[in-house]
């Protein structure tokens, strides 16, 4: 209905004779067709700002297995800002490699999205796991992400992109989302999809570029390409046909992570199936000596760089602006850099830039005040209330 109702007021509009609630021609104009429920964006309603660094690596997530000592390492790190997205695909991995070995006990060596997926499926698979790992959600570095399903942001630069690469991205997306199928509909939303406006000024401006210009190496994109099939249609929205007055709004159907639930259901799920957790640090790989485990799954994300001298991995910082919840708004946005993502356990408010460079080589955690206004105040802005 919506479709059909837009796709005819985007005619009038296009026609230059659709100004909402007007009588133009003896006509009576429709009112707005989407009526998107007012965000109560104000920096006084900002409950927190957090900053992390997403642990991208040029090559990919590395996921080779090695031997340190007697023990066999399963690597399955560097998600850059895919690691939520990607994480059931690359545990599947990391898991089957680390079945192979032939264990029946494995230790999972930290507890974000990777290691708590990894656990979850190497228990699947009939280990007896126990994870290993400095610090728990929420005060983990996955817990400070956006929570969208965004299984290729900076997962990779373009060039390293090979077919082989491709192929291996496709197979974890794709296992990725059909996992994700199963934890729809659940009590306190994990996992949701939401509706999502990208907003311009301009007809032709609706999506994010890399600047034509910029010598730098590009980033991968890989969904239109290798999984076109998962992404829902998009739809355009003239000016006249919303709520969000002389905007040009592109719609498109987004899959959401409400992390604080979801990362409870995780642990909640790994405890109750006889996993175990255990808080430990490790200073150099010569430490997993300690451990009584033989095999090991490494999910210790942008802690790899320490721990394993791991150079490869470049810190990509990001700050969040997160709000109290407003629960009658369940559509994101994203405006002029900044994105906004209706997330039920507090709303978020990030400025992510004008490339994926945004905040590249930059490991600095400290929060930036201005920069979560700035982010606020740019949505608040479509409201016609800054
Ligand atoms: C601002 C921002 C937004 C993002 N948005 C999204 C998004 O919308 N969707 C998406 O898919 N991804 C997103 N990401 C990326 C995603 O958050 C990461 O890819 C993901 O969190 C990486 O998870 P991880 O499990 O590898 O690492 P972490 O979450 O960092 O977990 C590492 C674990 O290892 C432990 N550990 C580390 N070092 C040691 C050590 N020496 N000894 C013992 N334990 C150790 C830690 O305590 C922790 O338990 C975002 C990232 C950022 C920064």
């Known amino acids: ?58 090559q990919g997530p590395r996921l080779d297995v090695e031997q340190i000592g007697q023990k066999i390492i399963v ?48 228990q699947r698979a009939g280990a007896r796991v126990t994870i290993y790992a ?36 496709a197979g974890m997306a794709r296992k990725s989302f059909q ?7 659940l009590p306190g939303n994990p996992v949701e999809f939401i509706d999502n406006y990208y907003v311009s000024d301009e007809p032709d401006s609706m999506r994010r570029r890399e600047t034509p210009s910029d010598p730098r190496p590009k980033f991968a994109s890989l969904q ?33 992570f409400n992390i604080s639930a979801y990362a409870r259901l995780l642990m909640a799920d790994f405890v109750s199936t006889g996993g175990r957790i255990e808080i430990a640090e490790f200073h150099t790989p010569a430490d997993f000596a300690k451990l009584r485990e033989k095999v090991l799954i490494n999910a210790t994300g942008y802690g790899s760089r320490a721990l394993f001298g791991d150079e490869s991995i470049v810190p990509v910082r990001g700050q969040l602006a997160r709000m109290i919840p407003q629960p009658d708004v ?24 004008d490339s994926d460079y945004y905040g590249y080589g930059d490991d600095t955690t400290v929060p930036d005040r201005a ?8 949505i608040a802005g479509l409201y016609g209330a800054a």
């Open 330 to 353: 369940n559509y994101g946005l994203y405006y002029q850099g900044v994105s906004f993502v209706p997330r039920r356990d507090g709303m978020v408010f990030q400025v992510v830039g």
């Open 224 to 256: 239109r390409e290798l999984i076109a099939d998962l992404i829902p249609g998009s739809e355009d929205f003239a000016p006249g046909s919303h709520s969000l007055g002389r905007h040009y709004l592109q719609h498109h159907t987004l899959m959401m």
């Open 371 to 378: 920069e979560a206004e700035h982010a606020v105040n740019t």
């Open 134 to 169: 400095k610090d728990l959600p929420p005060n983990v570095r996955s817990s400070l992400a956006s929570g969208l399903w965004t299984p290729d942001s900076r997962i990779c630069l373009e060039e390293s992109a090979t077919p082989e690469f491709k192929q291996l991205w």
């Open 1 to 58: 209905m919506l479709a059909g109702a837009g796709a005819a007021l985007l005619t009038a509009a296009v026609d230059g004779c659709s100004i909402a609630g007007l009588r133009t021609g003896g006509r009576a104009v429709p009112a707005p067709t989407l009526n998107l429920a007012p965000l109560r964006a104000s920096t006084d309603r900002i409950t927190q700002i957090t900053v992390c660094t997403r642990p991208f690596r040029a």
């Open 75 to 122: 690597h399955n790190y560097g998600h850059g800002g895919s690691g939520w997205s990607l994480s059931w695909g690359s545990s599947d991995i990391a898991v089957r490699k680390a079945m192979t070995a032939g264990a029946q006990e494995i230790a999972v060596i930290g507890c974000g999205a990777l290691g708590l997926t990894s656990g979850i499926l190497a």
């Open 179 to 185: 996992t994700y199928q199963s934890l729809l509909g």
